[in-house]
């Protein structure tokens, strides 16, 4: 027992360490760093904390080695995200092209955080991809793609916050990461594992979160202010959708829920109020996948696919397959270009071609 209590009592930081590069590797990675005059930090479109998280938690490890950095996202993202440190000077290219690809066609060196290929960046994607300088990838998503010269990817880890951890601390940043750095990088891990309830069972994880907390985060504000925290029209319209357009197939296991734009302008929504809500009717008994289908707000003619699921149904295997999109096992979106009717459509026709699976 007291041998026990003597081994909490002297954590020794270091033993726990993941060594995702070797010596070379690190060295490597912080000369393409250091040489840079003009780093981009770049994430996926429809931001989610992990994008916000770990871009925000570079930018502010670039100012303390003393070079300055821009984080460019697609399009905007949501309230829940914006208190996070640094979130106030991220660039939107959405609506502000002429501003930010100046900003693009400028950057030497680009970082690329929670992403594996260029085309998640929607319609910032040829202009990210015309300047040819070097890219680092950071991620944690499968198949990372053949666009960047190193490739840090992880798809084990719970959230490209996590591979982040995993890098700085075994660069020896354990001990100097500021409040607002270990902030981002809690909440892109917080957002990625709904608040540690999934894809969060490896003990590292822990150790990731207790040298976080040594840093000075507040956990529970975090958590606050992004799971604890709604608009009334958000609040309204969950009541909505949960009691007007869920339709649940039980002999599939599957709920499906979708949101016009008419609808979206009845309860002012914007986009990234719907954030979280696909999740809502897996808590009923025995549902195993739950489809929300938005029209987007800012393309006419698209439909927007979010899959949720529990246990082993692959969301990724069906959003690759019929909806032109990927993801994680329990997590992936994609998009139907057409009306809501087209994507229904399509919808029925995944759901049966994966009746096996929804049995
Ligand atoms: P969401 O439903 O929140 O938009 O997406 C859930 C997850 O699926 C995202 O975190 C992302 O990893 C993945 N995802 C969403 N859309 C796409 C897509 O078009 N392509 C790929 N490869 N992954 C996507
Ligand atoms: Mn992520």
């Given at each position: 027992m007291s041998l026990l209590l003597s081994n909490f009592a002297t954590p020794n930081r270091e033993k726990n360490v993941e060594r995702l590069l070797d010596d070379t590797q690190i060295e490597r990675f912080l000369g393409m760093i250091d040489e840079a005059k003009r780093i981009v930090i770049c994430a996926h479109v429809n931001p989610d904390g992990d994008a916000i998280g770990s871009s925000l938690a570079l930018k502010h490890w670039l100012a303390r080695r003393g070079k300055e950095a821009q984080v460019v996202v697609p399009n905007m993202f949501p309230?829940?995200?914006?208190?996070?440190?640094?979130?106030?000077d991220i660039r939107v290219y959405f609506k502000h092209e002429e501003e930010v690809r100046p900003v693009l066609e400028a950057a030497d060196l680009f970082l690329v955080a929670d992403m594996n290929e260029p085309g998640r960046l929607r319609e910032m994607e040829t202009d990210f991809m015309a300047n040819d300088v070097s890219r680092i990838m950071i991620d944690h998503h499968l198949?990372?793609?053949?666009?960047?010269?190193?490739v840090i990817s992880h798809p084990e880890m719970c959230a490209t916050c996590e591979v982040l951890c995993h890098l700085l601390w075994q660069m020896g940043e354990a001990e100097r990461l500021t409040p607002e750095e270990a902030t981002c990088l809690y909440a892109g891990m917080m957002c990625d594992t709904g608040a540690f309830t999934y894809a969060s069972g490896r003990a590292v994880i822990y150790e990731c979160i207790s040298m976080l907390l040594s840093r000075g985060i507040d956990k529970d504000r975090i958590y606050r202010k992004v799971f604890y925290t709604a608009s009334l029209a958000r609040l309204r319209l969950q009541g909505y959708l949960l009691y007007v357009k869920l339709r649940v197939i039980r002999e599939r296991h599957t709920s499906i829920m979708t949101l016009t734009n008419v609808e979206r302008q009845r309860f002012k929504v914007k986009n990234g109020d719907t954030e979280g809500m696909v999740n809502m009717p897996l808590v009923i008994h025995k549902m195993r996948l739950s489809i929300f289908l938005t029209e987007d707000t800012e393309q006419p003619g698209l439909i927007k696919v979010s899959l949720r699921s529990v246990d082993n149904f692959p969301c990724n295997k069906m959003a690759a397959e019929f909806f032109e999109g990927g993801g994680h096992l329990n997590a992936s979106g994609g998009r139907v270009h057409g009306t809501m009717e087209d994507a229904l459509q399509v919808v029925d026709r995944a759901i049966e071609a994966y009746a096996k699976w929804l049995a």
């Open positions: 309230d829940f995200l914006q208190w996070m440190p640094g979130a106030q198949n990372p793609g053949d666009f960047c010269q190193m």
